[in-house]
C-alpha cells in the first residue's frame, strides 16, 4: 500500500515539445506529493510539489495535475529542453513521514 | 544558504568493513533523512533523525544505524559490509516542522568490494 508506481521508464521527446510523467498510488493518506529531477552524479533536486486540496499547480514550465479519485498525479515539463534531459522520480509521503519514491523516469530531449 | 553536504563523496571498503558516513544539513533544519539509492531498489527510505532522536524508520537490517548531533549534523554507520550494500547513500535535510520539503544532498558513493 505504500507502492507509487511510475511510468513511463524513460522517454524521448524532441525539443519544444511536451514531456508527461504519470504516478499512481494506493495509500489514501499520503498528503504530499512532490517531483524530484536527478543529474548524473547529483542528489535529487526538488522541482515542485503538490497538495491532494489542489487539482494543479505550475511553476513555470512544470506542472503538476492531480487526480485525488484516481489517486494518480503526473508531472508535465512544457517547451522541453535539452537540459531538462535527466531523471525525474515521483513521490509521496503521509503525515511528515518518509518519502515513498517511484521507480523513475530517464528522459531524454532531442536537440 | 549554504545547501546540504556530504562527506566522504566516494568510498570503496570490503566486505566485512563498517563506514560511517556524515551529513550536515540546511542552516536551520532540524530533520536529516537517509536515504539508500540503487539501480535495482530505486529510492529506499533508511531513517529519519530530529533533534537528536530517531523520528521514523525504514525496512533495513540493524546494521544500518545513525545518530544525530546537538547542531543537527547526522552521521550514518553500516556494520559488516555486504556487496549489496554498494549504493548512492543520500542524505535529506527538513526543518522538520510544517511543509514537508526535503533537500537532497549530493550523496556518498559507497562501493563494497
Known amino acids: 500500500q505504500q507502492q507509487v508506481k511510475q511510468s513511463p521508464q524513460s522517454l524521448i521527446v524532441q525539443k519544444g515539445g511536451i514531456s508527461i510523467i504519470n504516478c499512481a498510488y494506493e495509500n489514501t493518506a499520503f498528503d504530499y506529493f512532490p517531483w524530484y529531477q536527478q543529474f548524473p552524479g547529483k542528489g535529487p533536486a526538488l522541482l515542485i510539489a503538490?497538495?491532494?486540496?489542489?487539482s494543479e499547480k505550475k511553476e513555470g514550465r512544470f506542472t503538476i495535475s492531480f487526480n485525488k479519485s484516481a489517486k494518480q498525479f503526473s508531472l508535465h515539463i512544457m517547451d522541453s529542453q535539452p537540459g531538462d534531459s535527466a531523471t525525474y522520480f515521483c513521490a509521496a509521503t503521509a503525515g511528515r513521514r518518509a518519502l515513498t519514491f517511484g521507480s523513475g523516469t530517464r528522459l531524454q530531449v532531442q536537440p | 544558504k549554504a545547501g546540504v553536504t556530504q562527506t566522504p563523496r566516494y568510498l570503496i571498503k570490503t566486505r566485512g568493513q563498517q563506514v560511517t558516513l556524515s551529513c550536515s544539513p540546511i542552516s536551520g533544519h532540524r530533520s536529516v533523512s537517509w536515504y539508500q539509492q540503487t539501480p535495482g531498489q530505486g529510492l529506499q527510505f533508511l531513517f529519519e533523525?530530529?533533534?537528536?532522536?530517531?523520528?521514523n524508520k525504514g525496512n533495513f537490517p540493524g546494521r544500518f544505524s545513525g545518530r544525530q548531533f546537538s547542531n543537527s549534523r547526522s552521521e550514518m554507520n553500516v556494520s559488516t559490509l555486504e556487496l549489496g550494500d554498494s549504493a548512492l547513500y543520500l542524505c535529506a535535510s527538513s526543518s522538520g516542522q510544517g511543509p514537508y520539503e526535503q533537500f537532497f544532498g549530493p550523496g556518498t558513493r559507497l562501493t563494497v568490494l
Open positions: 503538490i497538495r491532494p486540496d489542489v
Open positions: 533523525y530530529f533533534s537528536e532522536t530517531q523520528r
